[in-house]
Every structure is written in C-alpha cells, then in structure tokens.
C-alpha cells in the first residue's frame, strides 16, 4: 500500500510538474505577446509625436506666411489695431485645416486686391492717355489758331 501511495505521489508530482512547465510555457508567450504589443505601441506613439511635431511645423509655417501676407513683419501695417486685430485672428487658428482655410482667403483676397489694383492702373494709363491726347489736340488746334491770326494780320 505504501509503494502505491508512492506511485500516486510520484504521479501526482509528475503532474504538477508537467503543469508549472505549461504554465512557465504560458508566461513566457504570454510575455512575448506584451512585450510585442509594447513595441507596437511605441512605435505608433513616436509616429503620432513625429506627425504632431511636423503639423506644429507646418503651423508654425503657415503662421509666418500669414504675417507676412497681412505685413506684420515687414511693418506695413501702421495702425496698432489693424496690427492687434491681425495677431488676435492668428491666435484663433488651432488647426492645419483652419489655417489652410484662412491662407486661401488671404491669397483670394490678395488676388482680388491685384485685380483691382492693375484695373485702376489700366483705367489711369487710359485717363493719362486720354488727358495726353486731349492737351495735344488743345495745343494744336491754338497753334493753327495762332498761325490764323498771324496770317490774317492781327
């Protein structure tokens, strides 16, 4: 009785043994996995700091182009409040796309601004030309008046 007591013992022990190897095996994937899944996450975190830091850049960017298309850099702008008013528009700006949006009303707007300006050139290039040839009209029809009058003796 006493050797099958052993037996049972020696069983059970081999048992409990097979058990801890298959659940050090189970620790040990188990481990593997986490550690596999931390790495991942790390990379997707240091991706997502690269892209946050590269959109800050493009900001950054963005924000200079906008002062210096509204002339906050280059002292343009004169009036402190147009100046205020300008800094307080940019600070609003917390998104690539919001400042994308107000980039491209600027531009739309500077090249409305340029439409106009070379229609008010073309319209005083035409105004100059008109008066140029008004004055040289005025200047020959007072010449053949005066010619008239020197050759009709006055």
Same mark, same amino acid.
């Given at each position: 009785?006493?050797?099958?007591?052993?037996?049972?013992?020696?069983?059970?022990?081999?048992?409990?043994?097979?058990?801890?190897?298959?659940?050090?095996?189970?620790?040990? !994937?188990?481990?593997?996995?986490?550690?596999?899944?931390?790495?991942?996450?790390?990379?997707?975190?240091?991706?997502?700091?690269?892209?946050?830091?590269?959109?800050?850049?493009?900001?950054?960017?963005?924000?200079?182009?906008?002062?210096?298309? +509204?002339?906050?850099?280059?002292?343009?702008?004169?009036?402190?409040?147009? +100046?205020?008013?300008?800094?307080?528009?940019? +600070?609003?700006?917390?998104?690539?796309?919001?400042?994308?949006?107000?980039?491209?009303?600027?531009?739309?707007?500077?090249?409305?601004?340029?439409?106009?300006? +070379?229609?008010?050139?073309?319209?005083?290039?035409?105004?100059?030309?008109?008066?140029?040839? !008004?004055?040289?009209?005025?200047?020959?029809?007072?010449?053949?008046?005066?010619?008239? !009058?020197?050759?009709?003796?006055?």
């Amino acid at each position: 009785m006493s050797q099958d007591l052993t037996q049972q013992w020696l069983a059970e022990i081999q048992t409990l043994k097979q058990q801890l190897i298959e659940q050090q095996r189970d620790r040990d !994937a188990a481990w593997e996995s986490a550690e596999k899944w931390r790495k991942l996450y790390n990379t997707e975190a240091e991706q997502r700091r690269t892209d946050a830091h590269l959109a800050q850049q493009a900001i950054a960017s963005l924000k200079a182009e906008i002062y210096q298309l +509204k002339g906050l850099e280059s002292g343009i702008l004169v009036d402190g409040k147009a +100046k205020t008013d300008a800094q307080q528009e940019i +600070k609003q700006i917390q998104s690539i796309e919001d400042l994308q949006a107000k980039l491209i009303a600027i531009m739309k707007e500077r090249d409305r601004l340029l439409q106009a300006l +070379k229609t008010e050139q073309d319209n005083h290039a035409q105004t100059r030309q008109s008066l140029t040839t !008004a004055l040289g009209d005025a200047i020959d029809s007072l010449a053949r008046e005066r010619a008239e !009058a020197v050759g009709n003796g006055e």
